[in-house]
T-cell receptor, first 117, second 112 residues
Framework: AQKITQTQPGMFVQEKEAVTLDCTYDTSDPSYGLFWYKQPSSGEMIFLIYQGSYDQQNATEGRYSLNFQKARKSANLVISASQLGDSAMYFCAMREAWGTGFQKLVFGTGTRLLVSP | KAGVTQTPRYLIKTRGQQVTLSCSPISGHRSVSWYQQTPGQGLQFLFEYFSETQRNKGNFPGRFSGRQFSNSRSEMNVSTLELGDSALYLC???????????FGSGTQLSVL
């Protein structure tokens, strides 16, 4: 069964510094997709970045990058130059059978990030 | 382009009642999925619809049901509400279900 593990319940970072949020996953499916979502206090889940299991290069989206280590089954999110607005819950998620239209995301328990001035 | 719209934003019901939540996906998106978020269980998949057909269903009792209309709008219904149904219900859409999901702001359901 697929599983996502986020071991950091909370993280603190100072404004303008970089921070890494950890995510490990477990799946027996060779085809999968990994996602990171941000959830501010308003409740909306905001898509940040994704990585397909067959992608050779690490995904990047602006200040967000995904450190994908397939052999170690990890997909850590790196936020560079943190901003106060980055304070939120961050969820790592995985979808198996990427590319087949089978749409079900399994989420981790989340990491609460607090950015201080 | 409007995002995923969920109504109502907040809902208070009592045990035994039923409730219907609505979700309007992004224009052009035909896949709609629903998730339940609680402090204890986290985010859990409820079901997914594509072109008015339920393609996938999570491990929830039959009290939880849904449907999708020809315009891709979706509703989910919970009958005989229980206290444990109190949660944030999130709806997400994508074009075919094979891309990243765009979520709405959710409906916060409180069962008293």
């Amino acid at each position: 069964a697929q599983k996502i593990t986020q071991t950091q319940p909370g993280m603190f970072v100072q404004e303008k510094e970089a921070v890494t949020l950890d995510c490990t996953y477990d799946t027996s499916d060779p085809s999968y997709g990994l996602f990171w979502y941000k959830q501010p206090s308003s409740g909306e889940m905001i898509f940040l970045i994704y990585q397909g299991s067959y992608d050779q290069q690490n995904a990047t989206e602006g200040r967000y990058s995904l450190n994908f280590q397939k052999a170690r089954k990890s997909a850590n999110l790196v936020i560079s130059a943190s901003q106060l607005g980055d304070s939120a819950m961050y969820f790592c998620a995985m979808r198996e059978a990427w590319g087949t239209g089978f749409q079900k995301l399994v989420f981790g328990t989340g990491t609460r990030l607090l950015v201080s001035p | 382009k409007a995002g995923v719209t969920q109504t109502p934003r907040y809902l208070i019901k009592t045990r035994g009642q039923q409730v219907t939540l609505s979700c309007s996906p992004i224009s052009g998106h035909r896949s709609v999925s629903w998730y339940q978020q609680t402090p204890g269980q986290g985010l859990q998949f409820l079901f997914e619809y594509f072109s008015e057909t339920q393609r996938n269903k999570g491990n929830f009792p039959g009290r939880f049901s849904g449907r999708q209309f020809s315009n891709s709008r979706s509703e989910m219904n919970v009958s005989t509400l229980e206290l444990g149904d109190s949660a944030l219900y999130l709806c997400a859409s994508s074009v075919t279900g094979n891309e990243k999901l765009f979520f709405g702001s959710g409906t916060q359901l409180s069962v008293l």
